[in-house]
């Protein structure tokens, strides 16, 4: 049997490179590139060549600046060179919700400690742009209804990697949310979703309170432990 990290790796680098999508959306994939590759190999060998489960948290897809260049769930490369150690040839640019995540990882006892329990994910494991922007899979109800086969395949096939158990943390607290349980209802995806604000927004609208949002991602995290 492989291991967790293994699985994650096989998984992203044979997902498809195309999908039917709506008019002017394009898909944002990076698993076919060399940096991203490396960058995802000394990742998951790192913290997760182990057969142990984590426990899932859902994002919402991946964006342009940050897990669409890394391949590694809400990071960007300056914060995975500056608390994993991992170096890249990527641009060192700040991500804001990936400084806001490793804030919360940092507060919950480091990286070794939060990637031994917790696998961030993704909704849609591969980005959207539209006219030069991030897009999100929900952002237009056609998009959505024409991945929800790839979302539903995704969620099923990547829980069978090792989740400790079907209860989630679900990033965004609107329509990502919304969008999960409906799906969960529908196709009995989960047994409960636990829903937090998303890091951009803490860090667009409550960044002068954003202790408030990092004691709330903790009070989740630490239920589950």
Request: hydrophobic share 35%; proline share 4%.
């Amino acid at each position: 049997m492989s291991d967790f990290g293994s699985k994650v790796l096989d998984y992203h680098f044979n997902l498809p490179k195309s999908l039917n999508l709506t008019d002017g959306v394009e898909m944002l994939y990076p698993f076919d590139q060399f940096e991203t590759i490396a960058t995802m190999r000394a990742f998951f060998t790192k913290y997760y060549q182990d057969s142990n489960g984590r426990h899932f948290i859902y994002g919402i897809n991946p964006g342009r600046f940050g897990s669409g260049i890394t391949g590694v769930g809400f990071s960007d490369p300056l914060h995975l060179e500056k608390y994993c150690d991992i170096k890249s040839n990527f641009a060192k640019r700040v991500e804001t919700s990936a400084a806001f995540i490793f804030e919360v990882i940092v507060a919950y006892g480091g990286v070794e400690k939060f990637y031994s329990d917790f696998y961030i994910t993704s909704v849609s494991p591969v980005g959207f742009v539209k006219e030069g922007k991030n897009y999100n899979y929900y952002d237009d109800k056609g998009l959505s209804q024409k991945l929800e086969p790839f979302i539903i395949d995704n969620i099923q096939t990547q829980m069978g990697f090792g989740a400790k158990s079907r209860e989630i943390v679900c990033i965004g607290q609107g329509q990502n949310l919304k969008y999960l349980q409906k799906l969960s209802d529908t196709y009995d995806l989960f047994d409960k979703i636990y829903p937090l604000p998303h890091p951009r927004w803490v860090m667009q609208y409550r960044r002068k309170t954003k202790q408030v949002y990092i004691d709330q991602y903790l009070e989740v995290l630490n239920a589950f432990s």
